[in-house]
């Protein structure tokens, strides 16, 4: 069964760096149009932070543009999300999500904290 694995949350002080990792297993994600991460705050609804998209372009939401950069290897079955310059409003769980024609698959969430 394919499966995502996100692992890298933790503590971190305000301005400090976290990278986050997504993992593919039980079968290939490189065919998904689209694989990124998304996180969700306490009350908030679920937010993209930041994915790949078909052709390989990037989207960023504008409250981690210019601080965060995803990226992928070759295989397109591993995900990081290099997180920099982190704010007490980036705590939250961070999910990975693929989506292609036949899934939409959503990782376990890794919890990330950021004190002041």
């Known amino acids: 069964q394919l499966q995502l694995v996100e692992s890298g949350g933790g503590l971190v002080q305000a301005g400090g760096s976290l990278r986050l990792s997504c993992t593919a297993s039980g079968g290939s994600i490189g065919s998904a149009r689209a694989v990124g991460w998304y996180r969700q705050a306490p009350g908030n609804q679920r937010e993209l932070v930041a994915r790949?998209?078909?052709?390989?372009?990037?989207d960023y939401s504008d409250a981690v543009r210019g601080r965060f950069t995803i990226s992928r290897n070759k295989a397109f079955d591993h995900y990081w999300l290099q997180m920099n310059d982190l704010k007490t409003e980036d705590t939250a769980v961070y999910y990975c999500?693929?989506?292609?024609?036949?899934?939409?698959?959503w990782g376990q969430g890794t919890q990330v904290t950021v004190s002041s």
């Open positions: 999500n693929a989506v292609s024609t036949y899934y939409n698959i």
């Open positions: 790949f998209v078909t052709g390989g372009g990037k």
